[in-house]
C-alpha cells in the first residue's frame, strides 16, 4: 500500500469514526436531529447543547488524546530503537498523572489554570529525563522498560497517596481515572486549556522526522548524515512531554494506545519512523474514537475507562513483543 | 373522711405514676457514644447533661454539620472500634449504614448499639426524632423539638404561600447524582415550592443521570452541592458548561439537608429564596418583552 492511500483510509476512518462518537449517546436523540441540531440549531434549541458542550468535545477529545498518543509513541519508539517503547509504559504518563493530582489538590490549579497543563508537562518532563538517562547508560531495551515500570509504579503509588490523603471525600475514588483515563463529560473547557500545548508537541516531533530516520541507521550515520543528536533528543524529549503531559491533564493515563498503533502500522509505512509519525497520529485517533465508542455502548452509564480496554489490547501485544525481544537478545 | 380518701387517691396514683416513669428513667443509658453525623445532632439536641459522652470527628465539619459550634463541646471519635470500646458506653447510636464492621464488633463485645435509619420524608424524621428520644429516655425534650419544629414550618408556609407556578429544580450532586422522588431532598425542594424533576422522570430512588439527559429534561433550577476542599472530578461536573446552561446554583448550604434534622427548617428558607429569585428574574423578563 502506498504511504499517501494509507494516510487517506486511515484519514477517513478517523472522520467516520469521529462522526460516529457524535451520534452515540444516552439521551437517544435521532442522527438527522443530532446533525441539524449541531450545524443549525439556535440558542433555545436544547439538543443543540447536548451536540456542542457535551457530545463536540467528548469527539474532539478523542481525537486529540488519540493524536498525541499515537505520536508520541511512534517518536519513542523510533528516538530509542526500541519497540516497546510508549509513554504508559515508560511511567511519562504516570508522572504527568502525578504532577496534575498535585496542582488540582493544592488548589493552585484553580487560581491558575494554565498549571494544571503546565505541571502534568512537568511531571512528563521529568520521567522523560529519566528515561533518556537510563537508555544512555544501558544498551537493553528490557532494561528500559523496566526502569519504566518502576518510575510508573512509583508515580502511581504517590498519585494514589495524594489522593487518598485529600480532604476531599470523592477524590480517593478517582484513583481509577488516574489510572485509566476517560473522556466523559470532558468540556471544552478543559480542551481550550491543553490543546496549545497538545499542537505544540506535535508540531516539535513532526520537526523531527527526518532526523527520526537517520537515526534508524545508528546514531553514527545519523552524524554523518548532518543530524544534530543534541537537537533531536530536545525535539523529542520536548514533544513528548507537551502531548502526553497535556493529554494526561485532561483524560487521565491512557496506556498501551502509544505502544500498539505504532506496531501496527509500521510494516505499512516501509518501516520508516519519520512516516510512521503521521500515519500513528491518525491511527492512533482511530483507535481512541474506536475505543470510546466501545465503551459507552458496553456501559452505557457506568464511565466504563478507556485504559481498561486499551490494556486488554495492548497487553497481549506487550507480551509478544518481550517474547520477541527476548528471543533477539538470548 | 372524704379528704382523706383523695389524698389517699392521689398518693397511689403518683406512686403509680413514678412506678410506670420510673423504669424509663432507671434504663435511661448514661454513657452514650454516636457514631454517625446525623445522630450525632439529633443526639446533641436532645441527650441530657453529661448523657453524651462523644460524637463523630464529622459532627464539628461546619460543612455538612448544622451543629459544627456546639459540636466542639463533647470528645469527637472516628468510628473505630477500640476507641468507642474504651469509652466503656452503655449504647452507641449510629446510622444504619455507617461503619457495619465496627458495629460488629461492639455488639460481639457486648455493648448494646441501636441504628438509626435515614429519613427519606418528614414523616421519617419525625419518627428518627421520637426513637431518638425513646432510646436516650428522653420522650419529653423529643416532643417539644418536634413541637418547635412544626411551629417553625407553620411559620415558613405562612411567609410564603403555595405558588401559582411551581419552578422545576433538579437537585444534582457530586457525580451526577439526581435525588429521587424517595428523599428527603425531595421534600424539601417541594416545601419550598418547587417541583422536583425527578418525578417527570420517573426516578423514585436516588441515582446517577447523565449531563445529556439532565440538559433535555430542561430544569429551570439546578441545585448543586458545596465544594470540599481538595479537588474532585465528581464536583468539577458542575463547573461543566452543560450544567451551567441548564442554570446550574448552589442554593442550599448542605448542612442543612445533609440530615433529618428540625436544621431543614433553614434549607427549606434558603431554597424557598431561590425560587423568589428565579420567579422574580422571570416576571422581570417577561415585562421586558
Not at chain 1, 156 to 171: D, H, Q, R, Y
Not at chain 1, 172 to 185: C, T, Y
Not at chain 2, 145 to 161: G, H, M
Request: proline share 4%; charged share 15%; glycine share 10%.
Amino acid at each position: 500500500m502506498s504511504y499517501r492511500l494509507l494516510i487517506t483510509l486511515l484519514a477517513f476512518l478517523a472522520i467516520g469514526l469521529a462522526l460516529i462518537t457524535l451520534l452515540i449517546g444516552p439521551a437517544g436523540i435521532s442522527p438527522a436531529t443530532s446533525i441539524a441540531s449541531l450545524l443549525i440549531g439556535d440558542r433555545t434549541d436544547i439538543f443543540a447543547i447536548v451536540m456542542r458542550e457535551i457530545r463536540l468535545p467528548r469527539m474532539l477529545g478523542g481525537l486529540v488524546v488519540g493524536i498525541s498518543l499515537g505520536v508520541a509513541g511512534a517518536a519513542m519508539q523510533g528516538y530509542l530503537r526500541n519497540p516497546l517503547a510508549e509513554p504508559g509504559l515508560l511511567g511519562v504518563s504516570g508522572s504527568a498523572a502525578l504532577g496534575a493530582v498535585l496542582v488540582l489538590q493544592s488548589g493552585l490549579a484553580g487560581m491558575f489554570g494554565l498549571a494544571l497543563p503546565m505541571a502534568a508537562i512537568g511531571g512528563a518532563l521529568l520521567a522523560a529525563i529519566v528515561m533518556l538517562l537510563v537508555s544512555g547508560r544501558s544498551r537493553s531495551s528490557l532494561a528500559l522498560i523496566l526502569a519504566g515500570v518502576a518510575l510508573s509504579a512509583l508515580a502511581g503509588a504517590v498519585t494514589s497517596l495524594v489522593l487518598n490523603l485529600s480532604p476531599n471525600p470523592f477524590a480517593a475514588s478517582e484513583i481509577m481515572f488516574w489510572m485509566m483515563g476517560s473522556l466523559a463529560n470532558i468540556s471544552f473547557d478543559q480542551l481550550g486549556l491543553a490543546l496549545p500545548f497538545m499542537v505544540a508537541g506535535w508540531l516539535l516531533l513532526f520537526a523531527a522526522r527526518r532526523s527520526l530516520d537517520a537515526l534508524s541507521l545508528g546514531e553514527d550515520a545519523a552524524a554523518g548524515l548532518g543530524v544534530n543528536l543534541r537537537q533531536l533528543r530536545l525535539l523529542v524529549i520536548l514533544g513528548c512531554a507537551a502531548s502526553i503531559g497535556a493529554v494526561t491533564a485532561i483524560a487521565g493515563v491512557v496506556g498501551f494506545a502509544g505502544l500498539v498503533v505504532p506496531h501496527l502500522l509500521r510494516r505499512l509505512v516501509g518501516g520508516e519512523p519519520g512516516r510512521l509519525l503521521l500515519a500513528s497520529a491518525l491511527g492512533g485517533a482511530c483507535l481512541i474514537l474506536a475505543t470510546d465508542i466501545a465503551v459507552r455502548l458496553v456501559a452505557p452509564d457506568r464511565d466504563l475507562k478507556l485504559g481498561v480496554v486499551m490494556a486488554m489490547i495492548g497487553a497481549p501485544l506487550f507480551l509478544h513483543l518481550v517474547w520477541q525481544t527476548g528471543r533477539q537478545e538470548a | 373522711m372524704r379528704g382523706k380518701w383523695w389524698r389517699a387517691m392521689r398518693a397511689i396514683a403518683l406512686l403509680a405514676f413514678m412506678m410506670l416513669a420510673a423504669p424509663a428513667q432507671a434504663g435511661a443509658p448514661l454513657r452514650v457514644v454516636s457514631m454517625n453525623l446525623c445522630t450525632d445532632q439529633l443526639a446533641m439536641l436532645l441527650a441530657g447533661p453529661d448523657q453524651l459522652i462523644s460524637v463523630s470527628f464529622l459532627a464539628r465539619d461546619p460543612l455538612v454539620s448544622s451543629m459544627a459550634e456546639e459540636a466542639a463541646g463533647w470528645p469527637v471519635n472516628y468510628g473505630q472500634a477500640e476507641e468507642i470500646y474504651l469509652l466503656q458506653p452503655d449504647l452507641v447510636i449510629t446510622g444504619f449504614w455507617s461503619a457495619p464492621l465496627t458495629q460488629r464488633l461492639l455488639n460481639r463485645l457486648g455493648i448494646r448499639v441501636e441504628r438509626l435509619p435515614i429519613a427519606r420524608n418528614l414523616e421519617e424524621m419525625r419518627s428518627n426524632i421520637r426513637q431518638m428520644g425513646a432510646w436516650l429516655g428522653r420522650p419529653d425534650e423529643a416532643a417539644a423539638l418536634l413541637a418547635r419544629f412544626e411551629a417553625d414550618l407553620e411559620l415558613l408556609r405562612a411567609e410564603d404561600p403555595e405558588p401559582l407556578q411551581r419552578p422545576r429544580a433538579a437537585i444534582y450532586a457530586a457525580n451526577g447524582y439526581m435525588s429521587g422522588m424517595n428523599s428527603l431532598s425531595d421534600s424539601l425542594i417541594r416545601l419550598a415550592g418547587l417541583n422536583n424533576i425527578a418525578a417527570e422522570l420517573g426516578l423514585q430512588h436516588s441515582q446517577v443521570l447523565d449531563l445529556e439527559r439532565l440538559v433535555l429534561a430542561r430544569p429551570d433550577l439546578v441545585i448543586t452541592d458545596q465544594k470540599y476542599a481538595g479537588w474532585s472530578r465528581a464536583e468539577a461536573l458542575m463547573e461543566h458548561r452543560a450544567v451551567q446552561l441548564a442554570g446550574q446554583e448552589s442554593a442550599v448550604r448542605d448542612q442543612y439537608w445533609t440530615c433529618g434534622t428540625p436544621h431543614i427548617i433553614q434549607a427549606v428558607a434558603e431554597l424557598a429564596a431561590a425560587k423568589r429569585r428565579l420567579v422574580t428574574a422571570r416576571q422581570l423578563a417577561q415585562a421586558g418583552k
